[in-house]
């Protein structure tokens, strides 16, 4: 059966059966498919060469990409089963600004490989931009980072499962910023999981430059210990100030037995680290945070022992 098509919307609204039906985004909708069994009925395959509809799809994301306008708040929709390598530096380049990239199917959703070498990235440059809904694999070892942002503030990840594709393939860490300060200010990374026993495994977020705002919420993090014994979620560089972070609801399983377990730095710091449930190894310090910072803590909990439940980090005041 043919499908209705309305490709300029309903600049005043539409109701059908009665329901007020509402536009979900702005801006224009395109599809990508690269996999023959999830073809929809009277699709074609995947190409380049499509216009990007539900029944004409693109091949790659970035060509989605490409023919996004920015700021119009384009959303690319990547079907299950879609799967591509990223083998360089910014083989995916994210540099239009207010795109969101939504992976369809959950776990048996679209993948990215990140391989060929440890340079290999995606490049975030465009402004509030989310990618969400993609497994994302490691295939080479020790890869720099994950999401390589250079001025993409208010990028959102989420929905994202991050893993090593095999022993001695991982990545170092996830999320770099440049050295810019407040560049990329905005962060979000929400629901997401990193999955890694390699003990080249770095920190999820290395920050180069101050940052502003910083959402970190219920994510999972089950890593190696770095035998530098770095934190599971944030390294901010020396010098640089971390303000208006928000750490909650997060499960980390790292057995670090040195040093602050989810963010360092020695600069100016502030905002909210709360329910969050730490397993480690640092039987001595027990410290969430680099001491002396302006966070305020409430109902984290940790532990070094087996078989036993973790207890108030750091503890109550009184």
Same mark, same amino acid.
């Given at each position: 059966?043919?499908q209705?098509?309305?490709?300029?919307?309903?600049?005043n609204?539409?109701?059908?059966?009665?329901?007020?039906?509402?536009?979900?985004?702005?801006?224009?909708?395109?599809?990508?498919?690269?996999?023959?069994?999830?073809?929809?009925?009277?699709?074609?395959?995947?190409?380049?060469?499509?216009?990007?509809?539900?029944?004409?799809?693109?091949?790659?994301?970035?060509?989605?990409?490409?023919t996004?306008?920015?700021?119009?708040?384009?959303?690319?929709?990547?079907?299950?089963?879609h799967?591509?390598?990223?083998?360089?530096?910014?083989?995916?380049?994210?540099?239009?600004n207010?795109?969101?990239?939504?992976?369809?199917?959950?776990q048996?959703?679209?993948?990215?490989?990140?391989?060929?070498?440890?340079?290999?990235?995606?490049?975030?440059?465009?402004s509030?931009?989310?990618?969400?809904?993609?497994?994302?694999?490691? !295939?080479?070892?020790?890869? +720099? *980072?994950c999401?390589?942002?250079? &001025?993409? =503030?208010?990028?959102?990840?989420? %929905?994202? #499962?991050?893993?090593?594709?095999?022993?001695?393939?991982?990545?170092?860490?996830?999320?770099?910023?440049?050295?810019?300060?407040?560049?990329?200010?905005?962060?979000?990374?929400?629901?997401?999981?990193?999955?890694?026993?390699?003990?080249?495994?770095?920190?999820?977020?290395?920050?180069?430059?101050?940052i502003?705002?910083?959402?970190?919420?219920?994510?999972y993090?089950?890593?190696g210990?770095n035998?530098?014994?770095?934190?599971?979620?944030?390294?901010? !560089?020396?010098?640089?100030? +971390? *303000?208006?972070?928000?750490?909650? &609801?997060? =499960?980390?399983?790292?057995?670090? %037995?040195? #040093?602050?377990?989810?963010?360092?730095?020695d600069?100016?710091?502030?905002?909210?680290?709360?329910?969050n449930?730490?397993?480690?190894?640092?039987?001595?310090?027990?410290?969430?945070?680099t001491?002396?910072?302006?966070?305020?803590?409430?109902?984290?909990?940790?532990?070094?022992?087996?078989?036993?439940?973790?207890?108030?980090?750091?503890?109550?005041?009184?």
């Amino acid at each position: 059966m043919s499908q209705s098509n309305y490709p300029n919307g309903f600049p005043n609204g539409v109701i059908i059966r009665g329901v007020p039906l509402q536009q979900a985004q702005p801006g224009e909708v395109y599809w990508v498919n690269n996999s023959a069994t999830a073809i929809a009925k009277g699709a074609v395959g995947g190409s380049d060469g499509n216009s990007g509809t539900y029944t004409k799809p693109f091949s790659t994301i970035q060509k989605a990409i490409d023919t996004c306008v920015a700021g119009r708040g384009d959303t690319i929709m990547v079907m299950p089963g879609h799967a591509e390598s990223i083998s360089s530096a910014g083989a995916l380049t994210i540099d239009k600004n207010k795109v969101a990239i939504v992976g369809l199917g959950g776990q048996g959703g679209p993948s990215l490989t990140l391989d060929t070498a440890n340079t290999a990235s995606i490049v975030v440059s465009g402004s509030g931009c989310t990618v969400k809904g993609f497994n994302i694999l490691g !295939a080479f070892a020790d890869i +720099a *980072t994950c999401f390589d942002l250079q &001025g993409g =503030s208010y990028f959102n990840m989420e %929905d994202l #499962n991050i893993v090593g594709a095999t022993t001695n393939q991982n990545f170092v860490d996830i999320v770099t910023t440049s050295t810019t300060d407040y560049a990329e200010s905005g962060l979000r990374v929400a629901n997401c999981n990193w999955k890694d026993s390699d003990t080249g495994t770095g920190t999820f977020c290395a920050f180069n430059g101050s940052i502003d705002t910083f959402d970190f919420v219920d994510n999972y993090i089950n890593i190696g210990v770095n035998t530098s014994d770095l934190p599971a979620i944030a390294a901010v !560089a020396s010098g640089k100030l +971390a *303000t208006r972070i928000n750490v909650t &609801g997060n =499960s980390v399983w790292r057995l670090n %037995d040195d #040093n602050p377990l989810l963010i360092t730095g020695d600069g100016t710091m502030n905002g909210i680290v709360a329910d969050n449930f730490v397993r480690h190894a640092d039987t001595a310090g027990e410290v969430l945070v680099t001491a002396g910072k302006s966070i305020g803590y409430f109902n984290n909990y940790a532990t070094a022992a087996n078989d036993a439940s973790g207890f108030l980090l750091p503890a109550a005041d009184s």
